[in-house]
């Protein structure tokens, strides 16, 4: 009980965190390249300060090789940095509630990785999840009428493009983690600082830099500590006490804290449709996860495999 809350706690987090992210996106005249430098920059840094004071030299480790530098890099930018970039503009162009539910569909795409590109025949539980999602997905983007869209159709597309490369994001680290040599936190953070420097080739931080006001640090601030630190620790934290799949089922505190926060704060009107196909993608990730937990062992870094992609 003590792992289910905390992890709990950290889902509710990312649900926090992808509401603030609309509030940035659609109410702050905030340059999308500017605010993904700052973001992915300052979660950086803090992440490898982190990682240097409780791993020391280790923090380091990662470089040890050119292939798992070339790893490294592939994680940090068609991963974390896509990642980030594809769900800004989703929620920017859409709602956050949509966005997180079509990010949520990350592993149906892991699943459809491995049947193209492995050709690991699907199980059972993966066909049945897969209907599930498309229904679900279907009510919550046309409320039950296939001739309109919830949100617009280039918001549809981006939000499926962040469940591609958050499929990414929990694929290509693998091999950095396989064997426990490099701590998640130390991955992360390298990943996160490199996608950061990444983006400020693009904008650098000092350039037409938004004006600082009180509501924009609270808003960068709550995004860098409640959507990637503290939930981090605390996932971390709760994998003492529970095992990886009893800390993936409550994952889906995170939508739903969206949709409700969403409806509070943001406005959002929504209808029965919607909650109805929102719950059934919920409950096909369940069953992909439940119906895999058997024959697919977890790394640590795939436990929290949603650390920061709000």
Known sequence: MKGIFWATVA?????ISGTVLQFISQGQAIPTSWFLS??????????????????????????KSWVEIAWLVAYAFIGLGANLLT??????????????????????FIVLGSLVFKHQRPLRSDMI???????GVFLAITRGNISQLAIPLNSLLWGIGSGITAACYVVLPRSLVRDYDHAP??????????AGIGFNLVHPVWVNTPPITGTLVASMSTVILIGTILPFAL????????????????????????????????????????????????????LLQRGRQKVIVTSPFEQEHSLIKH
Request: charge should be neutral.
């Open 38 to 63: 700052a973001r992915t920059m300052g979660a950086g840094v803090v992440l490898l300060v982190i990682s240097l004071i409780l791993y020391g030299k280790k923090t380091f480790s990662v470089f």
């Open 11 to 15: 889902s509710a987090m990312f649900g």
């Open 235 to 286: 996932l971390l934290y709760s994998s003492h006490f529970a095992p990886s799949d009893v800390i993936s089922i409550v994952d889906a505190t995170q939508p739903v804290v969206t949709f409700i926060l969403s409806i509070l704060f943001l406005s959002l009107k929504i209808t029965l449709a919607e909650v109805i196909g929102s719950i059934l993608v919920i409950v096909a990730i369940y």
């Open 185 to 194: 936190i130390t991955v992360l953070g390298w990943g996160t600082f490199l």
């Open 87 to 108: 769900f800004y503009i989703a929620v920017q162009t859409g709602n956050a509630a949509a966005a997180t539910i079509l990010q949520y569909l990350s592993p149906l």
């Open 129 to 135: 999840a897969f209907v599930v999602a498309l229904v």
